[in-house]
């Protein structure tokens, strides 16, 4: 399922590819994120275009609605959404914490409130893994509880303690055909929680495994140290997935640290808010600075919107408030991290990742306010 095919001499950076039995996915690889059975602003056809070789679904949310009556007459969320390529589910266990004020932890799961009308849920390992079963998505995730990041230590290491038992409880639930399933480590940046977790998940033989519990409010060093310490206790020849994250040079010093795969909604979070990502960070396409700029968002970017409209353009469509605008954001912040991760895969392929790294971190200025959007909900 995922074979290992080069390694960097001076990281821990991994070229690999994981097969599904929809497709191929060449990794270090980001996965736009679908919460809703679409990624927002986007068509199917753009994002093959793009490149994209796996989109993200949220368990949470499409078992809220459209309801697993409509998935199943549409026979799976592929079909649903016109997405024929691989998808990867998220359990629900991160809207344990994005969506803390409206749910009870219990022991065999979580009792929720419906964000949209209060109606009364429970999701648990065997839901979530019934749900994803349902949905045919080729990755689905274990069921985990992700605490805060200051998270006191008996709350962390009952959430580890949670995390491992309904995992060993998924492990046990039916699958859909061909579906691949994926543990999820938890820990917070506790050294011996997150090799306790790691290990006695690892001991389940997943598919495949997450590093959890990031990109949940802490600082950037907080961040990396819990994927620092994980990373040694996961097996080397299955797929790292690190949840929810990142910036993109966040993404480039992860790959750098073992990572395989990444999810982050920034680029079509920030796209709504006129911003775009660019080698030099971030700016605001709605300042005034950019009005009689008529070159694209990127010189040299191959996206759509970067090869047919310019900044003043753009900028008039954000200001006087035309959807084709935050699409074209949206289209050209997804189409760079994609491309990312596609100059990723080939210096790593041709021995250069190193300089690569150096340059495009030292390069790479991410703004305050981008830095402050990372992702605390569902896109």
């Not at 065999?108 to 964000?115: A, I, L, N, Q, T």
């Not at 709350?155 to 061909?178: D, F, K, M, S, Y």
């Not at 009689?292 to 900028?315: K, L």
Request: aromatic share 8%; with cysteine; net charge positive.
């Amino acid at each position: 399922m995922f074979e290992l095919l080069q390694t960097d001499p001076s990281s821990k950076a991994r070229l690999g590819r994981l097969t599904t039995t929809r497709g191929v996915i060449e990794t270090p690889a980001y996965m736009p994120v679908g919460t809703q059975a679409t990624v927002k602003a986007l068509d199917p056809r753009e994002l093959v275009e793009m490149g994209a070789q796996i989109i993200l679904g949220n368990t949470y949310h499409l078992y809220i609605r459209p309801g697993l009556d409509i998935l199943r007459a549409a026979g799976g969320l592929h079909r649903f959404m016109a997405w024929p390529h691989p998808i990867l589910t998220d359990s629900g266990g991160f809207q344990v914490f994005s969506l803390a004020k409206i749910r009870k932890v219990r022991a065999h799961g979580v009792e929720f409130r419906s964000h949209v009308d209060g109606t009364p849920l429970f999701l648990g390992p065997k839901e979530a893994m019934e749900i994803q079963r349902v949905l045919g998505s080729d990755i689905a995730m274990t069921f985990d509880e992700c605490p805060p990041h200051d998270a006191p230590p008996r709350e962390l290491h009952l959430a580890v303690e949670r995390t491992i038992r309904w995992a060993r409880e998924c492990r046990e639930q039916p699958r859909a055909p061909g579906q691949q399933v994926f543990g999820i480590v938890q820990g917070g940046s506790d050294p011996a929680l997150r090799e306790h977790c790691a290990r006695a998940i690892t001991a389940l033989d997943f598919d495949g495994y997450a590093i959890g519990g990031v990109s949940v409010g802490e600082p950037e060093p907080e961040m990396m140290k819990a994927i620092e310490i994980t990373e040694p206790h996961l097996p080397w020849d299955k797929a790292r997935y690190a949840m929810g994250l990142g910036t993109p040079a966040q993404m480039v010093e992860l790959v750098a640290r073992g990572v395989d795969l990444f999810d982050c909604v920034l680029p079509t979070r920030v796209a709504r808010n006129g911003t775009a990502f660019t080698r030099r960070g971030t700016f605001a396409i709605k300042g005034g600075a950019v009005k009689a700029e008529f070159r694209p968002i990127e010189e040299g970017c191959a996206c759509f919107a970067c090869r047919h409209f310019t900044r003043a353009y753009i900028r008039h469509l954000l200001n006087v408030n035309e959807i084709l605008g935050l699409r074209l954001v949206s289209i050209h912040n997804t189409h760079f991290y994609l491309q990312v991760m596609r100059e990723v895969r080939a210096a790593l392929a041709a021995g250069t990742f190193a300089e690569y790294r150096r340059e495009f971190v030292a390069n790479y200025v991410p703004t305050r306010r981008v830095l402050a959007a990372r992702a605390l909900a569902a896109d």
